[in-house]
T-cell receptor, first 113, second 112 residues
Framework: NAGVTQTPKFQVLKTGQSMTLQCAQD?????MYWYRQDPGMGLRLIYY???????DKGEVPNGYNVSRLNKREFSLRLESAAPSQTSVYFC????????????FGPGTRLLVL | DAKTTQPPSMDCAEGRAANLPCNHS???????VYWYRQIHSQGPQYIIH???NNETNEMASLIITEDRKSSTLILPHATLRDTAVYYC?????????????FGAGTRLFVKA
């Protein structure tokens, strides 16, 4: 039972390049999330998916797109990377309900030059 | 728009209890209080949550005041590996449902 896995662990991009961050969970959770964390800050929600086939914007969605490929996988795409998107990206999953405990992946560290 | 207030940092001696306070004065009657921690640059880790009764698990205890406006996370015997940022969270209702807002948290330093 691996929990939440993310790939890649680390990535360097040049401004304008595109890439997709992958996330998968094996806990059969319905909800999945993408957060970013800038140095010294808390996590901010980018996008979330309450269930397979649905996605919604979070607090900071600009510059990102997501795909809920199936129940297990939720990907985050940067179409044209900018230095302001340099951050650590965390994926999380949870069951739906009033007591919604989130389980986080190890993070992807992204540097945009 | 965080609904919780925590001290920015705290120290604790190894082996002693670490008591981390949190104020959530605007909490609604059916909202749970959650605690997570983040060790160095790892993903946040769930610790415990509660509604109005005190809760205990293998990691920690959660004490919630009777008026539910504040709570305290207790690590009974802190170790060096408990050095981390601890987040107290009450989920916020918004147009998309509920969202979990991670504020700046409390940076706990456990010292030998």
């Amino acid at each position: 039972n691996a929990g939440v896995t993310q790939t890649p662990k680390f990535q360097v991009l040049k401004t304008g390049q595109s890439m997709t961050l992958q996330c998968a969970q094996d806990m059969n959770h319905n909800s999945m999330y993408w957060y970013r964390q800038d140095p010294g800050m808390g996590l901010r929600l980018i996008y979330y998916s309450a269930s397979e086939g649905t996605t919604d914007k979070g607090e900071v969605p600009n510059g990102y797109n997501v795909s809920r490929l199936n129940k297990r996988e939720f990907s985050l795409r940067l179409e044209s990377a900018a230095p302001s998107q340099t951050s650590v990206y965390f994926c999380a999953s949870s069951e739906v309900g009033s007591q919604e405990t989130q389980y986080f992946g190890p993070g992807t560290r992204l540097l945009v030059l | 728009d965080a609904k919780t207030t925590q001290p920015p940092s705290m120290d604790c001696a190894e082996g002693r209890a670490a008591n981390l306070p949190c104020n959530h004065s605007t909490i609604s009657g059916n909202e749970y209080v959650y605690w997570y921690r983040q060790i160095h640059s790892q993903g946040p880790q769930y610790i415990i949550h509660g509604l109005k009764n005190n809760e205990t698990n293998e990691m920690a205890s959660l004490i919630i005041t009777e008026d539910r406006k504040s709570s305290t996370l207790i690590l009974p015997h802190a170790t060096l590996r408990d050095t981390a940022v601890y987040y107290c969270i009450v989920r916020v209702a918004w147009s998309g449902g509920f969202k979990t807002i991670f504020g700046a948290g409390t940076r706990l330093f456990v010292k030998a």
